[in-house]
């Protein structure tokens, strides 16, 4: 099994960690390796058909701040370089185009290979477009990892909940916010908890996708169209953020037993990302930067699934879990 | 369970009190079930015997409308209603509301509401405006006696704070 690494920032280089940390269960479970035979950052590139040594990729890229030794400008043209069986597309999200994102999955499927993607901004934006590529190309492609991290949320709702009738999903899916929102909990300023949480490493220097509610828009899409079949994109979402809500607001709350968190609804005719109130207790009303959903279904009723939303082991997790699903399929168990 | 459409979803503890012989603690609780009734808690007092009958206390949730029926059932079957305490379930929600709000504002939005729906109970409630800004804020708490009521005032809500650029903050 061959795989080739697109991105090579935080998640690439959990990625890469976490395939050299499993070869003893890949060998196990498979008889064979899981091989980087490509890896790719914003910049350069390196590719070894006979596969590449993962703890030299990471060495390099902590001392040169490049995974490889060559620059590019196509990635397509890097990946043509050599044979692959699966693409783990971890570049920046783009929500406005999609990005190179999108061209790296949609290339890689056009060749049959199959993909593993934790990039929100393609699958918000052309779900159904990459979806019916993959069918007819026999691909698989496995997205877990897109949203809530850690979190296995698509995989509980579409196979360990087959059969059920999921009637909504409700829940915090961006640990920025409900970082920043906690901490306006015990009567921190909003800015002073953004910044606080950009100094932790929660927050980006820009962190407009968070607070604007957009990157949890992307995962309310990803959902809709995964769990529910919708056939929705990004600008479908009635989307408000939380850079209105003030320590006054806060208080409020406080005082009548509840809390505001920033909260992703999806169901069969809802679309929302908003700012909600939450009575104290409630499974929603979880602090720091954990993901939690609540998934309301017709016989089972409410399950509650909660995990990290973001990190690099975390999202490392994911991934392998869609690499193994792909393994079990292609190679058997 | 189903509940008919417009029918008003009630809470109800009952004594009763049947004969003391056998089946007829069942032959009390099974008409709930037969006119589509949720039963929440039992208490069979054989202590308590008026008249040869032995007292039964029944929470169960019931519409209205199946009210009559059940009590007609209850009589056919020879068991005594000493006494029928209901409650009306009714659906609250809260809304904080963030922007340029005040008193007037509110009772505007609150005759819209009282306009479009009916609302059992309003409680508003107002933050101390912080030195530092500008906004103020306010709590709306809203209990209704149907789900569909607290749609219309969330649709009424939503357009009136958009059009007000006020930020609505609804509960779960």
């Given amino acids: 099994m061959k795989v080739f690494i697109c991105g ?8 890469t960690e976490a395939i050299m940390m499993k070869e003893e269960f890949f060998l196990k479970r498979y008889g064979k390796n899981v091989k980087i035979v490509g890896a790719m950052d914003s910049k350069s590139y390196i590719v070894d058909s006979e596969g590449l040594d993962p703890k030299s990729l990471l060495d390099r890229k902590k001392k040169t701040g490049k995974v490889g030794d060559t620059d590019y400008e196509d990635p397509t043209k890097v990946m043509d370089k050599v044979e692959f069986d699966v693409l783990i597309e971890n570049t920046p999200t783009d929500v406005k185009t999609g990005g190179v994102g999108l061209e790296n999955i949609k290339y890689a499927l056009n060749r049959g290979i199959d993909v593993v993607t934790v990039n929100k901004g393609p699958l918000a934006l052309k779900y159904k477009e990459i979806m019916d590529l993959a069918k007819e190309k026999g691909c698989i492609i496995g997205y877990e990892g897109s949203v809530g991290g850690a979190m296995p949320i698509i995989d509980l709702c579409l196979y360990d909940l087959a059969g059920e009738k999921i009637k909504s999903i409700r829940g915090i899916f961006n640990g920025t916010c409900n970082y920043i929102l906690s901490k306006m909990d015990n009567g921190q300023p909003f800015e002073q908890a953004l910044r606080e949480a950009q100094q932790q490493g929660y927050a980006e220097t820009d962190p407009t996708s968070d607070i604007e509610g957009y990157d949890s828009a992307c995962k309310v899409v990803i959902l809709a169209n995964s769990v529910f079949g919708r056939n929705v994109t990004f600008n479908d979402v009635d989307i408000t953020g939380i850079t209105s809500i003030n320590a006054d607001a806060v208080a409020l709350a406080r005082s009548n037993g509840m809390v505001i968190r920033l909260i992703g609804e999806v169901s069969p005719t809802k679309l929302e990302v908003s700012p909600r109130l939450i009575p104290k207790g409630h499974p929603l009303s979880i602090p720091g930067t954990l993901n939690v959903a609540e998934i309301s279904t017709e016989l089972a009723g409410p399950i509650v699934i909660s995990g990290r939303g973001a990190g690099r082991m975390e999202t490392a997790s994911a991934i392998i879990s869609d690499l193994v699903g792909i393994l079990d399929k292609r190679f058997g168990e | 369970m189903w509940y008919q459409l417009g029918a008003i ?24 079930s037969l006119v589509d009734g949720n039963i929440l808690g039992v208490v069979h007092n054989r202590d308590r015997i008026v008249d040869h009958r032995i007292c039964v206390n029944v929470t169960f949730e019931v519409d209205d409308k199946q009210l009559e029926r059940l009590k007609e059932m209850w009589s056919a079957r020879d068991i005594v209603i000493s006494s029928l305490g209901s409650v009306h379930e009714t659906f609250s929600m809260e809304y904080i509301l963030i922007g340029d709000v005040n008193a007037q504002y509110i009772e505007g939005l609150l005759r819209k509401m009282n306009e479009a729906t009916t609302i059992d109970e309003v409680n508003v409630s107002y933050s101390t405006k912080s030195m530092k800004n500008a906004a103020h804020t306010s709590l709306i708490s809203v209990k209704a006696r149907y789900e569909d009521n607290l749609d219309k005032i969330d649709q009424i809500l939503r357009r009136e704070c958009k059009k007000s650029n006020i930020t609505y903050v609804r509960g779960v």
């Fill in chain 2, 9 to 32: 979803h009630m809470i109800i503890n009952a004594e009763l009190f049947v004969n003391d012989l056998p089946g007829q603690l069942i032959g009390s609780i099974e008409p709930i």
């Fill in chain 1, 8 to 15: 090579f920032g935080t998640i690439g280089q959990g990625i």
